[in-house]
Structure formats: structure tokens, C-alpha cells
């Protein structure tokens, strides 16, 4: 979503950096490219001349003017400004100390706020809580259905009475039922429509005086860009919600959206959804966030991805196979069948910091990783724990075998010896020249 908005800002502050001293004009000239991206960001602009503002206002105050080597300062203050404005420190649900905690979901229909319902729940389950979601969504054609299939993915208890019953009453009868059997967190999921009205306010308001929920999240499309902001800031002005589930965060809108609803509403971006799959569903960290789109990467979201998956004993029988260079293609295929449960690669690696850059010229298919998987499944066992066996007529068998090309397979035993070394490197504690590979198109 922030590629544009990140090379323009990324490109001014670069010019920043490579002066060896700055003046007046140079961080003046600097704030109108800033602005500029920004509003073509379709950011708010009052939010654009008071962020603009603010900067400029700390440059100056910084005594950076005239000084040796001050952009990294002037980096450092558009970072923390970003972050500021998209809400400073992450927020979270406030949980009851009193089980089930109530999370009321209210938005319009089209904004994903079904999926964002199973999402949470899938996401919170994961933490470890007791879930269950309430379908009261009674006007939408198949939105219970929907919500029922979700929950049943995820594996959460749908609570549902149909279509004929009264939303209010089936909030009731949910949180009732949460409560009778031990639930952590009861997620309701209310009906939308296509535009904020009084119909859809007053039935948000009774069911908020039937259950008192603990959080309303207002979850809004951040493809449709100040719209999505406008939207807030009615939700605002009739239903006290205590933070935005921002979905299609994915998608190829401007940011706008994003950057101005904590600004114009009070209410800070709780949860990003980050792709259509349930499991791309994470809370929202502005700081993060700022410094993915300043270029800085985003270690700390890498690791925790990492660590979702991370097994122990794997880990220790695979340093022992790097350690004695017994890594084979078995080992091969199970990892590229982990870093897939990730997430999509360009987003993984754009989170490594200096590796985002790399990746702009570079396409990666995904599609690649079922390429590979079928030449390393037509192999034999003993073709996989020996590659250096696979020559001439083996090459076109597992070439026939997988639909694919003599050259292919050539190419997988040359990236096969290619990991095999960087991930050797790894275990030994050095660091491998990321960004070299990358330009070499390793994969």
C-alpha cells in the first residue's frame, strides 16, 4: 500500500541525508515534497499542514541548521511523527478481568468486517483465549452462513439463530450463552449497510446497551481511501468505538486512510488485515509501520513470524544437519513449505532492512515454490539425500516427471547448493550478503 508514498519520502530524506549541512531553504524545500507526497497519499490534508508542520517546527528546534551530518536527526523526527500520527504506541483490546470479553464489530457492508470477525478470532485464539463469534448479521443474504463457515476454519463456536430473530435478542442470547460455558472472548458481528444512517446507529446502540461491550472496533476499507476516514469520523460522532480494524491494508490504495483516521477521529488502528488468507491478521504497530515506509525494514514483525512457526527440536536437528553437511533436498523442501506458512516472500523480505530496495527490479513468483516442489517430489529418496546423483538421464525423468524442463532442474540443484551454503553461513554466525544475492537473482 505505502510503496509510492515510501519511494517519494524515501527519496526526499535521502537528499536530506547526502547534504553535509542543511539551511532554512533546504529543510523548507524538503517539507514541501513531504507534503506533496502526501496528499497524492490522499492523506487528510489538515492532518498534512499540522504533520508537516510539526516537523519542520522540531527540525528547526533541533539546532540542526548549519550542523555536520544532520540527516539522520531530520530522519529520526519524520520517523516519530509518522509513528505519532498513525497513534504512537500500539494499542490492544481491553480485556475484562471478568470473562467473556464483548468485542462488538460495527462498519459498512463491503468493508470485510465478516472475515475481519473470523480473523480476530482466529488471531485470539491463537493467544491462547477461549472464543466464540455471535452471527448477527441477519440482513445481508448469506452473511450467517458466511460467518459460520469462517468460524468453523478458524475453530471457534458460531452462535446463530438464523435470519428471523432480532439482532438485539440474539446479542443477548450470545453473550448469555458465552457466559454459561467459560468463554474468554465473545466476538459479535452486527449487520452493515451500504451508508451510515439512523437504522443501522440505532440498532448498534441497542445492542450496545444489551451486552455493554468492552470494545467496539469500527472496521473500515482502506481502499477506498478518505471515504474510509469519513466514515470513521460518523461512526465517531454517534458510537464511542474504541478503535479500527483496518482491512485490505494489502491492497494497492495511496495509505491515506491509514495515515489520517487517528488524527481525525482520537481512535488508534488496533488490527491490520494484511491479506485475504484468515491467517494474514495482525495487530498494528505504528512505529513498525513508520519505519517500513521510511525504507528501515521491520525486524521485529519478521521475528515474531518466525517464531509462529518455530519448532525447537526442528531447529536444533536442522543446525546439526548444517553443521555437518547433511542438509539435503528433503530439508530443502520442508523449509521453503515453512517460509510459504509466512506469508508472501516479497513482503517478508521487504522487511529486512536494506532489502527493500533490492526487490523493486526483482519479480518473484510464487508460483516458483510449486515449481520446486514438484522436480524435488519426482525425485527418488536417494536422489534427495544425494543431488550430486542427478545427472543426464535422471535429470529427464524428474524433468518429465514434474512438468518441467531439464534446464529447471539444473537450476533448482544450483539454488539448492546456494542455500545450503548461505544457510551454513548462518549457523555458524555469519551474516550473508542478502541484498548480493538478490541481485544476482538468487532466490
Not at 287 to 312: F, H, N
Not at 389 to 416: D, M
Amino acid at each position: 500500500m505505502f510503496e509510492s508514498l515510501g519511494d517519494k519520502l524515501q527519496a526526499t530524506l535521502s537528499d536530506v541525508r547526502g547534504r553535509g549541512t542543511l539551511t532554512e531553504d533546504d529543510i523548507n524545500a524538503a517539507m514541501r515534497e513531504i507534503r506533496l507526497a502526501l496528499l497524492e497519499a490522499d492523506v487528510n490534508f489538515k492532518v498534512v499542514r499540522s504533520f508537516t508542520g510539526s516537523i519542520k517546527e522540531k527540525a528547526l528546534g533541533a539546532n540542526i541548521v548549519g550542523a555536520l551530518n544532520p540527516g539522520q536527526q531530520v530522519v529520526k523526527i519524520v520517523s516519530d511523527e509518522l509513528t505519532e500520527l498513525m497513534g504512537g504506541a500500539a494499542g490492544d483490546l481491553a480485556f475484562s478481568p471478568r470473562p467473556p470479553t464483548i468485542v462488538l464489530m460495527a462498519g459498512l457492508q463491503g468493508s470485510g468486517k465478516t472475515t475481519a470477525t473470523g480473523k480476530l478470532a482466529r488471531y485470539l485464539r491463537g493467544q491462547g483465549s477461549s472464543v466464540a463469534v455471535a452471527a448477527c448479521d441477519v440482513y445481508r443474504p448469506a452473511a450467517v452462513d458466511q460467518l459460520v463457515k469462517v468460524g468453523r476454519q478458524v475453530g471457534v463456536d458460531v452462535y446463530e439463530q438464523g435470519t428471523d430473530a432480532n439482532p438485539v435478542a440474539i446479542a443477548k442470547w450470545a453473550a448469555d450463552r458465552a457466559r454459561t460455558e467459560g468463554k474468554d472472548v465473545l466476538i459479535v458481528d452486527t449487520a452493515g449497510r451500504l451508508h451510515v444512517d439512523t437504522e443501522l446507529m440505532d440498532e448498534l446502540a441497542q445492542i450496545k446497551q444489551a451486552i455493554k461491550p468492552h470494545d467496539i472496533l469500527l472496521v473500515v476499507d482502506a481502499m477506498t481511501g478518505q471515504d474510509a476516514v469519513n466514515v470513521a469520523e460518523q461512526f465517531a460522532a454517534v458510537v464511542d468505538f474504541d478503535g479500527v480494524v483496518m482491512t485490505k491494508l494489502d491492497g494497492d490504495a495511496r495509505g491515506g486512510a491509514a495515515l489520517s483516521v487517528k488524527a481525525v477521529t482520537g481512535k488508534p488502528i488496533l488490527f491490520a488485515s494484511t491479506g485475504e488468507k484468515l491467517d494474514q491478521f495482525e495487530r498494528f504497530y505504528p512505529d513498525r509501520m513508520a519505519q517500513r515506509i521510511l525504507g528501515m525494514g521491520d525486524v521485529m514483525t519478521l521475528i515474531e513470524k518466525a517464531q509462529s512457526g518455530y519448532d525447537t527440536d526442528q531447529a536444533a536437528e536442522l543446525e546439526r544437519k548444517l553443521r555437518k553437511s547433511e542438509f539435503d533436498l528433503d530439508d530443502f523442501l520442508d523449509q521453503m513449505r515453512q517460509i510459504r506458512r509466512l506469508g508472501p516472500l516479497k513482503s517478508l523480505l521487504g522487511m529486512i532492512p536494506g532489502i527493500g530496495a533490492e526487490l523493486r527490479n526483482v519479480n518473484i513468483d510464487e508460483r516458483d515454490f510449486d515449481r520446486l516442489q514438484a522436480i524435488i517430489l519426482s525425485m527418488t529418496a536417494q536422489e534427495r539425500r544425494h543431488p550430486e546423483l542427478i545427472k543426464g538421464s535422471r535429470r529427464l525423468r524428474i524433468a518429465k516427471g514434474s512438468g518441467t524442463n531439464v534446464q529447471a532442474v539444473k537450476q533448482l540443484i544450483k539454488q539448492f547448493e546456494q542455500s545450503r551454503k548461505v544457510m551454513r553461513q548462518v549457523a555458524q554466525g555469519k551474516m550473508p550478503d542478502l541484498g548480493a544475492l538478490m541481485r544476482q537473482g538468487g532466490r
